[in-house]
Each structure stands twice: as structure tokens, then as C-alpha cells.
């Protein structure tokens, strides 16, 4: 399930990932995302583990987009069995571009809105038993094009997905 961030209805959804929406929209400013120096991980320490950072590749002629992991939370590692810190999401994950989340980064890039999505998760595990829950939210940089991705994933195991 993915949702328009104009249709964003965050009421059920799992506290930590509405955390840190809540977070990152105080931080907005006329309308536009916070950049990355908004953004004080000391705020978040019940959070950090399942936080994640991607910089956004903007500048290579043979890909219109690029996204590399900047890091990974401790339950993201965990649940997904390796580290892709420091990688490119393609190469980490070979159906990344493929897959239909590859447009969720696209479009968080591109418009700088949120992308929520809850349910099974389509490229980086392969777990009958998890659903997992996340929003990916838009950084601005200097030149406030978005330039990084501050996204939270949450996994609940044991949950029947089909």
C-alpha cells in the first residue's frame, strides 16, 4: 500500500514511523523539507535504530537517478542479514531498479513529498512472516534540491502478509 503525501492519514500507523514523520514535519520550513543540518539525531535516540539515510545521485549521465546507502539502522541490518552502508542501492540489491519501490525514491527525489508504504517488503527480504511499515522523507540541500532520503522501516515479524 502506498499513499499520495497529500492523503497521508497517519493515525494507524506504528508509532515510530509517526514519530519521525512528526519530526521532520516541525522541521519544514515555508513549504519546503528541512535539510539534513535540521535534523539532530540526539532528538531521535528511541528511533536510531530503525533510521536510515540515502544520498541521491543526481549527476552521473548513464543514470538519471542514483541512490547510495549513508547508513543503516541496527534493525534494518538485522532483519535484512547484511549491511549495504556505503553501497549503491542497485548493487546491493539487484532487483532494486526493477522493483516498484525503485519509484518511491524517484518520486521522493523528483517531488519532494514523502513516500508511505506498509505491507510485505518487495526487494530487500524475501520473509513470508514480516510486514514492515516505513516513510521515506525528502532532505534538502544547500541548493535546496533534495539531495538525501531520511526514511524509518519498521518490521513486525509473525504477521501472516498474504
Same mark, same amino acid.
Given at each position: 500500500m502506498r499513499e499520495d503525501a497529500a492523503a497521508l492519514d497517519t493515525h494507524l500507523w506504528d508509532v515510530?514511523?509517526? %514519530? #519521525?514523520?512528526? !519530526? $521532520? #514535519? %516541525?522541521?519544514?520550513?515555508?513549504?519546503? /523539507?528541512p535539510r539534513r543540518s535540521d535534523i539532530d539525531p540526539i532528538d531521535?535516540?528511541? &528511533? &536510531?535504530?530503525w533510521l536510515w539515510l540515502v544520498d541521491i545521485e543526481r549527476n552521473r549521465p548513464? $543514470? /538519471?537517478l542514483r541512490f547510495r546507502a549513508r547508513l543503516m539502522g541496527t534493525e534494518h541490518v538485522t532483519t535484512m542479514g547484511h549491511d549495504p552502508t556505503g553501497k549503491w542501492m542497485d548493487e546491493a540489491? /539487484? =532487483?532494486?531498479? =526493477?522493483? *516498484? =519501490? !525503485?519509484?518511491? !525514491?524517484?518520486?521522493? %527525489?523528483q517531488n519532494a513529498t *514523502?513516500? !508511505?508504504? %506498509?505491507?510485505? /517488503? &518487495?526487494?530487500?527480504l524475501d520473509k513470508e512472516h514480516v510486514r514492515m511499515e516505513r516513510i521515506m522523507l525528502p532532505l534538502a540541500g544547500d541548493d535546496k534540491s533534495i539531495d538525501m532520503i531520511l526514511a524509518i522501516t519498521v518490521y513486525l515479524r509473525g504477521i501472516n502478509t498474504r
Amino acid at each position: 500500500m502506498r499513499e499520495d503525501a497529500a492523503a497521508l492519514d497517519t493515525h494507524l500507523w506504528d508509532v515510530r514511523v509517526r %514519530a #519521525l514523520y512528526d !519530526y $521532520w #514535519l %516541525a522541521r519544514c520550513r515555508d513549504g519546503c /523539507p528541512p535539510r539534513r543540518s535540521d535534523i539532530d539525531p540526539i532528538d531521535l535516540p528511541h &528511533l &536510531l535504530r530503525w533510521l536510515w539515510l540515502v544520498d541521491i545521485e543526481r549527476n552521473r549521465p548513464d $543514470w /538519471p537517478l542514483r541512490f547510495r546507502a549513508r547508513l543503516m539502522g541496527t534493525e534494518h541490518v538485522t532483519t535484512m542479514g547484511h549491511d549495504p552502508t556505503g553501497k549503491w542501492m542497485d548493487e546491493a540489491f /539487484p =532487483t532494486f531498479l =526493477t522493483n *516498484p =519501490t !525503485y519509484s518511491d !525514491y524517484v518520486q521522493v %527525489a523528483q517531488n519532494a513529498t *514523502p513516500s !508511505y508504504r %506498509a505491507g510485505r /517488503p &518487495l526487494y530487500h527480504l524475501d520473509k513470508e512472516h514480516v510486514r514492515m511499515e516505513r516513510i521515506m522523507l525528502p532532505l534538502a540541500g544547500d541548493d535546496k534540491s533534495i539531495d538525501m532520503i531520511l526514511a524509518i522501516t519498521v518490521y513486525l515479524r509473525g504477521i501472516n502478509t498474504r
